[in-house]
């Protein structure tokens, strides 16, 4: 009875996270990301699936963000009409990002169209609307740490993974028939024990095979709590007057980011400045972290509001009228829009309004995948004098700060605590989820811990289950 993996995407970078698990002829995909990042990576959003979508038996997802869910659309658009399974979490957070995406493929095809700015006649979305209300209708949601079956000897169960809310491992039992039961374990996006808010990923007892990310595989994260690291650069910028322009993943990063200004204003370490939140997604995807309190820590930490993800004086900016507004108004203050990548959206008239002032900073605190701008700006913050936004060279004056304690993945010696909790380590290691030089250097720790030779994805693309 043979058990493969297949790695259809997340093999040599960040994004387009998509695993094929092959058991008794039918197949199951393991998230269904798009990719992100320079054109190179976003093309390959336009190829060919790799197999007829309507002969996979089901998806199953480990967290909403986009690079592990953004193709569904497109899979359900080519005839995809099996089920989606997730937590509940993931659901109402897929349900938002699915749509926001369709909606900015729509605007930039419709874009393309009237200015001609596109090789193709006429432009076409990736997806529509239409496609992401199918695959939101598809939908399945699940308890955590129930084994769920999916088919004659193969079950799965979701175990918490606390890099966002609802996000989770996915542990798949099979039946081998006379060689004996396996686990997998695919890690999806890996946690760490760092955020404010989220609880830190669950320890598994073992796992024959484990599919891991890699995103930090070659980085260290500070070990300074963020909170202190954010009050210094908050009080710096507000002490110039400034504004403090902070580029957040809507979903994940920005509730981090809200919870722990309120906090710190309750710890009377920041004065209390306006704070918006530039980001529609956002701002839903906070009414969303209010309904699972079981991801969270929220009332230890939090000393004393209705909602603790609103600062004192907080704004939302729902239109883009709004918007525009808030590029105009005199610092200081706090502006968090999205997206977290600078690949687009708002937070781009956001730079270019605050990048020529010297009293304003921006705030990098979540992974820049190579080929974005901004992990353009980051590499090259010291030495840039203009960015180049909506065509236009936009000089640079602000301050530029990277602060990684915001992460919400595990770093490499997170990821070896946690692979040591188990009894034994796993027979066999598959890194994914991370840029090239990150899986080796992961591999490398792996093997002098542990002994364990990993497979690499960007090197090895079939995995036979041993
Ligand atoms: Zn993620």
Request: some cysteine; proline content about 6%.
């Given at each position: 009875m043979p058990l493969n993996i297949q790695v259809l995407g997340a093999d040599d970078t960040v994004t387009g996270s998509r695993s094929l698990l092959t058991y008794q002829g039918r197949s199951w995909l393991i998230d269904c990301g798009l990719f992100q990042g320079d054109k190179a990576k976003r093309e390959r959003n336009w190829l060919p699936f790799s197999i007829q979508p309507s002969s996979l038996a089901g998806v199953l997802l480990t967290h909403a963000h986009l690079d592990h869910t953004g193709y569904l659309p497109r899979l359900c658009q080519q005839g995809f009409a099996g089920p989606i399974h997730a937590t509940q979490g993931t659901v109402d957070l897929t349900q938002i990002l699915l749509l926001d995406a369709a909606h900015l493929e729509e605007e930039a095809a419709a874009f393309a169209n009237r200015t001609h700015y596109s090789n193709h006649s006429p432009a076409e979305p990736l997806f529509t609307a239409a496609d992401a209300a199918l695959a939101n209708s598809r939908l399945v949601p699940h308890r955590r740490d129930q084994w769920i079956p999916l088919a004659e000897g193969l079950s799965f169960r979701l175990v918490r993974a606390?890099?966002?809310?609802?996000a989770s491992m996915i542990q798949i039992a099979a039946d081998l028939g006379d060689r004996g039961m396996r686990t997998l374990t695919f890690t999806g996006d890996l946690g760490n024990d760092r955020s404010h808010h989220l609880r830190p990923p669950e320890y598994i007892h073992g796992t024959d095979v484990l599919v891991l990310e890699s995103t930090y595989g070659d980085r260290l994260q500070p070990r300074e709590d963020g909170l202190v690291a954010l009050a210094e650069v908050v009080r710096r910028t507000m002490a110039r007057g400034g504004v403090l322009v902070i580029p957040a993943f809507a979903v994940g990063r920005a509730q981090e980011l809200t919870y722990m200004l309120r906090l710190l204003e309750d710890q009377g370490k920041i004065p209390a400045v306006p704070v918006i939140l530039d980001s529609p997604m956002a701002t839903a995807a906070m009414e969303v972290c209010l309904r699972h309190p079981e991801d969270q820590v929220l009332q230890s930490a939090f000393?004393?509001?209705?909602?603790?993800?609103?600062?004192?004086?907080f704004e939302v900016s729902q239109t883009v009228d709004e918007s525009m507004l808030s590029c105009m108004r005199d610092g200081p203050m706090i502006v968090i829009s999205a997206s977290g990548m600078l690949n687009g959206g708002r937070i781009l008239h956001h730079l270019k309004a605050r990048?020529?002032?010297?009293r304003s900073t921006v705030v990098f605190c979540g992974y820049q995948a190579e080929g974005t701008k901004g992990r353009f700006l980051q590499d090259h913050s010291a030495d840039l004098a203009t960015l180049r936004i909506h065509h236009v060279e936009v000089p640079i004056a602000a301050e530029i700060v990277t602060l990684d304690h915001l992460s919400s993945h595990a770093d490499y010696v997170d990821t070896l605590t946690w692979l040591s909790h188990m009894a034994q380590p796993p027979a066999q290691i598959v890194l994914n989820h991370g840029e090239p030089q990150a899986q080796r250097a992961l591999a490398a720790h792996i093997l002098q811990r542990f002994g364990v030779q990993a497979i690499l994805a960007c090197e090895a693309k079939h995995i036979v289950i041993q």
């Amino acid at each position: 009875m043979p058990l493969n993996i297949q790695v259809l995407g997340a093999d040599d970078t960040v994004t387009g996270s998509r695993s094929l698990l092959t058991y008794q002829g039918r197949s199951w995909l393991i998230d269904c990301g798009l990719f992100q990042g320079d054109k190179a990576k976003r093309e390959r959003n336009w190829l060919p699936f790799s197999i007829q979508p309507s002969s996979l038996a089901g998806v199953l997802l480990t967290h909403a963000h986009l690079d592990h869910t953004g193709y569904l659309p497109r899979l359900c658009q080519q005839g995809f009409a099996g089920p989606i399974h997730a937590t509940q979490g993931t659901v109402d957070l897929t349900q938002i990002l699915l749509l926001d995406a369709a909606h900015l493929e729509e605007e930039a095809a419709a874009f393309a169209n009237r200015t001609h700015y596109s090789n193709h006649s006429p432009a076409e979305p990736l997806f529509t609307a239409a496609d992401a209300a199918l695959a939101n209708s598809r939908l399945v949601p699940h308890r955590r740490d129930q084994w769920i079956p999916l088919a004659e000897g193969l079950s799965f169960r979701l175990v918490r993974a606390g890099h966002i809310i609802g996000a989770s491992m996915i542990q798949i039992a099979a039946d081998l028939g006379d060689r004996g039961m396996r686990t997998l374990t695919f890690t999806g996006d890996l946690g760490n024990d760092r955020s404010h808010h989220l609880r830190p990923p669950e320890y598994i007892h073992g796992t024959d095979v484990l599919v891991l990310e890699s995103t930090y595989g070659d980085r260290l994260q500070p070990r300074e709590d963020g909170l202190v690291a954010l009050a210094e650069v908050v009080r710096r910028t507000m002490a110039r007057g400034g504004v403090l322009v902070i580029p957040a993943f809507a979903v994940g990063r920005a509730q981090e980011l809200t919870y722990m200004l309120r906090l710190l204003e309750d710890q009377g370490k920041i004065p209390a400045v306006p704070v918006i939140l530039d980001s529609p997604m956002a701002t839903a995807a906070m009414e969303v972290c209010l309904r699972h309190p079981e991801d969270q820590v929220l009332q230890s930490a939090f000393t004393g509001s209705a909602d603790p993800f609103r600062p004192r004086l907080f704004e939302v900016s729902q239109t883009v009228d709004e918007s525009m507004l808030s590029c105009m108004r005199d610092g200081p203050m706090i502006v968090i829009s999205a997206s977290g990548m600078l690949n687009g959206g708002r937070i781009l008239h956001h730079l270019k309004a605050r990048l020529p002032d010297p009293r304003s900073t921006v705030v990098f605190c979540g992974y820049q995948a190579e080929g974005t701008k901004g992990r353009f700006l980051q590499d090259h913050s010291a030495d840039l004098a203009t960015l180049r936004i909506h065509h236009v060279e936009v000089p640079i004056a602000a301050e530029i700060v990277t602060l990684d304690h915001l992460s919400s993945h595990a770093d490499y010696v997170d990821t070896l605590t946690w692979l040591s909790h188990m009894a034994q380590p796993p027979a066999q290691i598959v890194l994914n989820h991370g840029e090239p030089q990150a899986q080796r250097a992961l591999a490398a720790h792996i093997l002098q811990r542990f002994g364990v030779q990993a497979i690499l994805a960007c090197e090895a693309k079939h995995i036979v289950i041993q």
